[in-house]
């Protein structure tokens, strides 16, 4: 069977083999930066291996969890900025494994596109291993894909997966208790959570991504993009040194739906809005889009990235714990008898 006289290519169809072949090796000195023990090989394999007992475990329970950027990837393709948004897929996976109690061992990304752009890729998963090596976790594999016809020119999609472990019998959450006491972990911003809307205000604004930010330096795009924060090796401290009986990861659906994700049935929160400052970044959403406090609370992180939830009298200790190791820290409020969560105070 033929094509005819010309020999109709893979390349001719809008696939470049040897463009993603270069991109692999492109990316391997990033990857090998993330090596830690347990790792075993290299990138360009059929599959990734890694050794639980190399990596110091007796009884593993293996923890998984998966996510992608969403809309935020709008942002980071239409102003060009994609270096932040493989940190970002990184932290929107690692940090739901802490919360189990798990600690991150490896990491594996899918970067799918149109047409494959070397440079943009490379940017995209030197990002995602940056991210690994703060998590402690290793970039062990991943697949690029170019579909001809699947995306718009210049556009990609990004998911990742992540694989953690703990002993048998230390999984979190583990002993919540009426009493126990809220500590808020600062976030780095907006997060991946919420973009839908922030596009929205955006254009509601009439302001593009790269005008002046009303909130801080640099443009409005820059703002936006900034990386999810990373909490990883702070957080496996303080569940170390002992006392913290849950975490949430304050992502989509904010305090108000992520909480209550990590109590027992009986038990809700109360949180006082005044123990700390809302960003700036929130304020301006807020005033933008005239959002209710309550919409606020339920679509963004309003500056509180992540909750441990700790025993009373481990709280000062594990808060000192947490700043030494570079979080700010707000003691939010405690656990309560109810269910969901309730607020005293007002964001500001």
Known sequence: MTAGKTGLTYSQAGVDIDAGNALVERIKPAAKRTTRPGVSGGLGGFGALFDLRAAGYSDPILVGATDGVGTKLRIAIDTGLVDGVGIDLVAMCVNDLVCQGAEPLFFLDYFATGKLDADTAARIIEGI??????????????????????????DFDLAGFAVGAMERGQGLPAGVGQGDVLLGLASDGVHSNGYSLVRRLVELSGWGWDA????????????????????????????????????????????????????????????????????????????????????????????????????ADRADALAELLSGAGETVHRLGEVVAGRGVSYTGRLR
């Open 129 to 154: 291993a940056e991210g690994c090596v703060r998590s402690g976790c290793a970039l062990i594999g991943g697949e690029t894909a170019e579909m001809p016809g699947m995306y718009p020119p210049g």
């Open 212 to 311: 002046d930010s009303p909130f801080g330096p640099g443009t409005l795009g820059e703002a936006f993009l900034t990386p999810t924060r990373l909490y990883v090796r702070q957080v496996l401290e303080a569940i170390r040194a002992g006392g913290v009986h849950a975490l949430a990861h304050i992502t989509g659906g904010g305090l108000t739906e992520n909480l209550p994700r990590v109590l027992p049935e009986g038990l809700g929160a109360r949180i006082d809005l005044d123990a700390w400052d809302l960003p700036p970044v929130f304020d301006w959403m807020a005033q933008t889009g005239n959002i209710a406090e309550a919409e606020m609370l339920k679509t963004f992180n309003c500056g509180i990235g992540m909750v441990a939830v700790c025993a």
